[in-house]
């Protein structure tokens, strides 16, 4: 079928497009630029080209955001044009790449992404909400950026489960395939991990000699994820676990 990647130069839309072809689709790449083999000028900020990216679309896979800009207007506002801005006679299937938890945790962009999910669970379109865990990649991002010199403070407490994009980018080829489910799916990695274990791996395999420092979190934040809200409660799980990526 043809499909339309939304965010198709981010982290995970540039993952889609291998497997998405060697499922048999047509995939086009929409971002604000349009760069790249089969890629196509929309921006959801503003509304422009949206309709001529969409056009033909069979299958739509909604994996943009702006998790460091303007969530409520990329993710939130930019959702409901693209609702509006989709050929309803041909579209099979929207599939929405969410976050598990941004139901639980009080995070402004959580909100904006809860937020962008009950757009599409009311714009009648026949919609998927996979909602999926932190990627490896993300995770080692956080950690190298948390480091103060010798010392990588972290949570106490917290749990998490982490994924790894390239597993994420081949589950979301096959919930694309099956018929929408009109909810939320959830998928995690293999593992469930504390952050403070994971940290203690990390700093092993990436920053010797760093010590980590478990510290409480206080407020609803912390104790969501105490409470496991980024853990998936179900779903399916990747197979390539933090340990291995660390390995690469």
Known sequence: ???LVTGGTGRLGQRLVGPLREAGHGVKQMSRRGTGPGGVRGD??????LRAALAGAELVVHAASDPQGDPWQVDVAGT???VEAVDRDRLRHLVYVSIVGVDRIPYGYYRAKFAAE??????GLPVTLLRVTQFHDFVD???DSARKGPVLPVPMGWRVQPVDVGDVAQHVVDVVGRPATGGVVEYGGPEELAVADLARAWAAARAPGAHVVATPVPGKLGSAFRDGAAVPAGGEKGRRTYAEHLQH
């Open 118 to 123: 009950q757009v599409l669970l009311a714009s």
């Open 141 to 143: 991002f956080l950690l």
């Open 44 to 49: 959801l900020s503003s509304g422009f080209d």
């Open 1 to 3: 079928m043809d499909v």
């Open 80 to 82: 409901r044009r693209l």
